[in-house]
């Protein structure tokens, strides 16, 4: 579950906290080229107000229309777009594409609160909500677990967010960063250099000031984290490949030429890392878009990272590169 959907409680939990009647619209079932997927999230006020997204905008249109006119469910219900073609092209489907969704009044927060708070501390959880009673539960979630619905009982799985740290703060860190962003990472930005640290000013990442190995352990790297090292000072981007190679980040890459990354692998090779954890190093980072400015090699090296975070073939690098043609660990 991406943060959209953590952004759809949040508000939910707002007006609910203001006395607001409120719904909460959830995706359980897709057919054809459905825009959303299962587990989509949405949230409807009382006076038509929304937030998340279900559809392409059509279907939001039609839930606030019922809404509007007086059609407020007391208990979960089940609505069905886009049976007919003519159906489809009303709502704004692909041809073809069906909707089913799972309306439901939300009676009380405590379950919000608890999402929210565990999805802070990066844990996986899962929100199961009975049809039949309206009941809402939340549990212990794994990774890889996908949206399950039953016909009686649904089951969404949230959090934890996808984190990027970004080792370096220069140029290409922050467009770097402000593009990570909007696909919805976490971002953190660690340099220890004065003449850096002091001008970084991307709202809504995270800085550190201090050394990158020793922000590798306060992060405690997790399958859901990447590491890009762009510093170009060898002293800071082995610091940090040093720690990120031996945890479980599902992406680890270095800024560099292949000669570079060549002696860079042999610079590791001299510390505890096995040939195995050396081999995880993405070098030269990101793909091969022939980009030259920092805007361009952000978008390649995220394009590399996404690639391997749903586990595409890394089929666009350059001849002799670090991990050409792998796949993630899903």
């Known amino acids: 579950m991406d943060s959209l959907d953590l952004q759809v409680l949040h508000q939910a939990r707002e007006w609910f906290a203001a006395g607001h009647k409120v719904w909460l619209v959830t995706v359980i079932e897709t057919w054809g080229s459905a825009p959303r997927p299962p587990g989509a999230l949405l949230c409807l006020r009382g006076d038509g107000l929304v937030v998340g997204?279900?559809?392409?905008?059509?279907?939001?249109?039609?839930?606030?229309?019922r809404v509007r006119h007086g059609e407020r469910v007391d208990a979960p219900?089940?609505?069905?777009?886009?049976?007919t073609k003519e159906?489809?092209?009303?709502?704004?489907?692909?041809?073809?594409g069906n909707l089913r969704l799972v309306q439901e009044p939300l009676r009380h927060v405590e379950w919000i609160d608890e999402i929210l708070e565990r999805t802070a501390r990066?844990?996986?959880?899962?929100?199961?909500?009975?049809?039949?009673?309206?009941?809402?539960?939340?549990?212990?979630?794994?990774?890889?677990e996908a949206f399950e619905f039953d016909?009686?009982?649904?089951?969404a799985v949230f959090g934890p967010r996808w984190r990027l740290l970004i080792i370096g703060a220069g140029q290409l860190s922050r467009v770097l960063a402000e593009m990570a962003l909007a696909l919805d990472f976490e971002v953190t930005c660690c340099d220890p250099r004065e003449e850096y640290h002091?001008?970084?000013d991307v709202p809504g990442t995270s800085f550190s000031k201090s050394m990158p190995d020793d922000v590798v352990g306060e992060m405690q790297l997790d399958p859901h984290s990447a590491v890009v090292a762009v510093t170009h000072d060898p002293k800071l981007d082995?610091?940090?490949?040093?720690?990120?190679?031996?945890?479980?980040?599902?992406?680890?890459?270095?800024?560099?030429?292949r000669g570079n990354t060549a002696k860079r692998k042999e610079r590791l090779a001299m510390f505890d890392l096995t040939p195995q954890e050396i081999g995880r190093l993405h070098g030269p980072i990101g793909l091969d878009l022939g980009g030259k400015t920092p805007a361009e090699i952000a978008v390649a090296i995220l394009a590399e990272?996404?690639?391997?975070?749903?586990?595409?073939?890394l089929t666009q690098k350059k001849q002799g590169s670090s991990m050409p043609g792998v796949t993630a660990a899903q």
């Open 198 to 200: 002091l001008t970084w």
């Open 238 to 257: 082995d610091m940090v490949l040093l720690e990120a190679l031996k945890s479980p980040a599902f992406y680890v890459g270095a800024l560099g030429s």
């Open 53 to 65: 997204s279900v559809s392409g905008g059509c279907v939001e249109d039609d839930l606030i229309d």
């Open 151 to 155: 016909g009686h009982s649904m089951r």
């Open 122 to 144: 990066h844990e996986l959880v899962a929100r199961r909500l009975d049809l039949d009673t309206g009941t809402v539960s939340v549990e212990p979630a794994r990774r890889g």
């Open 77 to 83: 219900s089940l609505i069905t777009y886009g049976i």
């Open 87 to 96: 159906e489809a092209a009303r709502f704004g489907l692909p041809c073809g």
């Open 305 to 313: 990272v996404i690639a391997v975070r749903n586990g595409v073939v």
